[in-house]
T-cell receptor, first 115, second 113 residues
Framework: ETGVTQTPRHLVMGMTNKKSLKCEQHLGHNAMYWYKQSAKKPLELMFVYSLEERVENNSVPSRFSPECPNSSHLFLHLHTLQPEDSALYLC??????????????FGPGTRLTVL | GNSVTQMEGPVTLSEEAFLTINCTYTATGYPSLFWYVQYPGEGLQLLLKATKADDKGSNKGFEATYRKETTSFHLEKGSVQVSDSAVYFCALSESWGYQKVTFGTGTKLQVIP
């Protein structure tokens, strides 16, 4: 497989469930990102991992817990979510080098519905 | 902080019409500017980018010029096709050892035959 893949593509969960979203990048990149995309709102950056270290956490509630076990894989663990957390969750990756601007490559997203 | 403002959609055009989607930005430094496109059921894809003032990004017939004096990066295409129907996002990025990207809200384009 090439590019950035995400599983599952669709997820419906209750407020008391625990689930995980998975992202895998096949591009040899060293930075990975989680975004939340809600209708009529700009993409919200949630977490950034650079060289497997979390470098950004944008005031995301603790019911979202990221994990980056290696440079190719990124997880988002979900527990006790709220209905307002329903959204499209996008993963992205990029290759970072000092002072160089690079492009982010996005996966297709996981459409999450919280009942 | 940084921000990106783009015109609200949806924009509906007939095939072969001229397209302009306006985008203006506010930034503290010297960002790079991007247009991303999202087709139905897919993630975002880079359409074009410009990394410094007066640069023109172009791809698939789309163009945008980095205008520092007007803090704008408007997207244009001379003749749209039905296959261009998608949501278009303007974005800016500053490098902090990783990409800190600020996105606009997106503009939905619908092209009708």
């Amino acid at each position: 497989e090439t590019g950035v893949t995400q599983t599952p593509r669709h997820l419906v969960m209750g407020m008391t469930n625990k689930k995980s979203l998975k992202c895998e990048q096949h591009l040899g990149h060293n930075a990975m990102y989680w975004y939340k995309q809600s209708a009529k709102k700009p993409l919200e950056l949630m977490f950034v991992y650079s060289l497997e270290e979390r470098v950004e956490n944008n005031s995301v509630p603790s019911r979202f817990s990221p994990e980056c076990p290696n440079s190719s894989h990124l997880f988002l663990h979900l527990h006790t979510l709220q209905p307002e957390d329903s959204a499209l969750y996008l993963c992205a990756s990029s290759q970072e080098a000092s002072g160089k601007v690079d492009t982010q490559y996005f996966g297709p997203g996981t459409r999450l519905t919280v009942l | 902080g940084n921000s990106v403002t783009q015109m609200e959609g949806p924009v509906t055009l007939s095939e072969e019409a001229f397209l302009t989607i306006n985008c203006t930005y506010t930034a503290t430094g010297y960002p790079s500017l991007f247009w991303y496109v999202q087709y139905p059921g897919e993630g975002l894809q880079l359409l074009l980018k410009a990394t410094k003032a007066d640069d023109k990004g172009s791809n698939k017939g789309f163009e945008a010029t980095y205008r520092k004096e007007t803090t704008s990066f408007h997207l244009e295409k001379g003749s749209v096709q039905v296959s261009d129907s998608a949501v278009y996002f303007c974005a800016l990025s500053e490098s902090w050892g990783y990409q800190k990207v600020t996105f606009g809200t997106g503009t939905k384009l619908q092209v009708i035959p």
